[in-house]
């Protein structure tokens, strides 16, 4: 019963933690997208950006972020022949990628606090495209938790599945993008 009720807490605290992602990086979309306003709108929406970044960081994601750690890290502990089964490997390794993604968007953060309301160096279509990174280990990871042994059975349509996904996504963010210069041209 103890390790259903860490469990649900994991999950309940990896859902907090990647709405909180998910949400960050537009907020970095947004402040880039100000680049386009006027002085005085730039810089009231630029200021909020920056608060609501931070806000979410301090008090979403990186409390979420370690709930979800300290529950993983129980389970495990819990159940230590999770350790012996390669679809654990595998997810930690796309644990490990999430962790970067994490220390990129920590340095955005910092980043944004510090520009003084100056635009963001990352060209706009980048930070979208880096919007959907999250989207994918997210895929990724719960695949993986779903599937167990299978991922590593069908490896190579879950690769084919998985890269017709990213470019779906890929291509959709662009025309999306595409039709929103076409419509501010309009």
């Not at 709108?41 to 370690?66: H, S, T």
Request: net charge positive.
């Amino acid at each position: 019963m103890l390790y259903l009720i860490i469990k649900a807490f994991h999950i309940i605290f990896m859902v907090s933690y990647f709405a909180g992602i998910f949400y960050l990086v537009r907020i970095f979309v947004y402040y880039k997208d100000t680049d386009a306003f006027g002085k005085t709108k730039q810089e009231i929406l630029r200021e909020q950006y920056v608060m609501m970044a931070r806000r979410l960081w301090n008090i979403i994601i990186i409390p979420a972020g370690i709930i979800m750690l300290i529950s993983g890290i129980t389970l495990i502990f819990l159940n230590f022949g999770l350790m012996k089964t390669p679809w654990f490997h595998l997810k930690l390794t796309f644990l490990i990628g999430l962790a970067a993604y994490h220390y990129w968007c920590w340095k955005k953060v910092q980043e944004m606090a510090t520009l003084n309301g100056n635009p963001l160096s990352i060209p706009n279509i980048k930070l979208r495209q880096f919007n959907e990174i999250a989207t994918f280990i997210l895929f990724l990871v719960v695949g993986t938790v779903i599937l167990k042994s299978q991922v590593l059975q069908y490896w190579w349509q879950l690769i084919l599945g998985f890269v017709v996904l990213v470019v779906g996504i890929s291509l959709t963010v662009k025309l999306v993008n595409k039709n929103k210069k076409h419509d501010s041209n309009i």
